[in-house]
């Protein structure tokens, strides 16, 4: 299968970032092609609603976005690796879900969906904004919960070395299809 794995931490090592890093190495050895795209590391500028695109066009802006939707389309799954930002997903990764707009009647098709998410808090109720948009989003555009990985309680880059989490992301991706 083809998977995307878009991030959307700024921290380099971070703790999404690894869990990114781990379900990427299940998935390849179980054969899956991969593309990663670090948004925090790229130009994407925000969605500035001009509506040139009618929602399934080229977009104003030819910025690195170029790369996710050259890939989105084909994808099977698509994976959101972030850390928790106030309870929702990260500017960086927000910032290219806002640009879904213009191929929203492109992407709008049966795809399989992803969501590894830190945060430093420890209560499973302040994940919930983000479980619930990540469902939601997917909902919307007609695409399947594969599996999510919540890790708690890991603010520093590192933290979530010491935990079960990164295995599990392995598992994910390893027995995603
Ligand atoms: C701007 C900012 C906002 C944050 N907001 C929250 C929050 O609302 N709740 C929380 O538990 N942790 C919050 N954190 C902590 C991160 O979610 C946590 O450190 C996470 O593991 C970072 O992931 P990363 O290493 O992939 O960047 C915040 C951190 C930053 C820098």
Redesign the pocket.
Same mark, same amino acid.
């Given at each position: 299968m083809k998977i995307l794995v878009l991030t959307g931490?700024p921290?380099k090592g971070?703790?999404?970032?690894t869990l990114a890093d781990n379900f990427i190495k299940g998935a390849k050895e179980a054969g899956h092609h991969i593309e990663r795209f670090d948004a925090a590391f790229k130009n994407v500028h925000p969605c500035i609603a001009c509506n040139k695109c009618g929602m399934n066009g080229p977009c104003v802006f030819k910025d690195d976005f170029e790369f996710v939707r050259q890939h989105i389309v084909d994808a099977d799954v698509v994976v959101f690796a972030t850390?928790? *930002?106030?309870?929702g997903f990260s500017a960086q990764l927000k910032a290219v879900i806002d640009r879904f707009y213009a191929l929203n009647g492109q992407i709008h098709r049966p795809k399989k969906a992803v969501l590894l998410m830190? *945060?430093?808090?420890t209560s499973s109720h302040?994940a919930q904004p983000i479980t619930l948009h990540y469902q939601t989003l997917i909902n919307y555009l007609g695409w399947e919960d594969a599996g999510q990985v919540i890790a708690p309680g890991?603010?520093p880059?590192g933290a979530v070395e010491h935990t079960s989490y990164p295995a599990k992301a392995y598992e994910l991706g390893k027995n995603i299809g």
């Open positions: 931490s921290r971070g703790n999404s970032s850390p928790m *930002y106030y309870f830190t *945060y430093a808090d302040e890991v603010w880059v």
